[in-house]
């Protein structure tokens, strides 16, 4: 993972510790052999309602904004809120709720690539 996408990664993370989301892991995407990943990293966490859901996305879009410059090419899944997806080209960012995050297991997909959790003690 370049600089770059450490960076944007690390702005996402404090904006989802900010919102009090859970189960914060990153995964390092970069790093997987053949290189056949849609981007370099991806950033996962969990709410336990629709309004933390969006909260949590409202934050993560202030902070890398206000801090990097970044806006999402893309957000999908607002109109439900129960897993929304941000695009910022090298990194997406998946806000769940706990149901739909233990439905899909998205870290199990990508089991391969390594992965840091974070407990919001920085």
């Known amino acids: 993972m370049n600089d770059k996408t450490k960076q944007l990664v690390g702005i996402i993370v404090?904006?989802?510790?900010?919102?009090?989301?859970e189960r914060?892991?990153?995964?390092?995407?970069?790093?997987?052999e053949g290189g056949g990943a849609v981007c370099d990293a991806f950033v996962i966490c969990q709410a336990?309602?629709?309004?933390?859901?969006?909260?949590?996305?409202?934050?993560?879009?202030e902070a890398?904004?206000?801090?990097?410059?970044?806006?999402?090419?893309r957000v999908q899944g607002t109109d439900?809120?129960?897993w929304v997806a941000?695009?910022?080209g090298d990194v997406m960012v998946h806000v769940?709720?706990?149901?739909?995050?233990?439905?899909?297991?998205?870290?199990e997909l990508w089991g391969d690539a390594p992965a840091t959790e974070y407990t919001g003690e920085r």
């Open 24 to 32: 914060i892991v990153s995964l390092d995407l970069s790093a997987l």
């Open 14 to 21: 404090r904006a989802m510790e900010d919102k009090k989301a």
């Open 96 to 107: 769940f709720q706990a149901e739909m995050r233990d439905f899909y297991r998205l870290e």
């Open 64 to 73: 890398t904004l206000r801090e990097s410059g970044e806006r999402p090419w």
């Open 86 to 88: 941000m695009d910022y």
């Open 48 to 61: 336990e309602s629709t309004t933390q859901v969006g909260a949590i996305v409202d934050g993560v879009e």
């Open 80 to 82: 439900n809120a129960l």
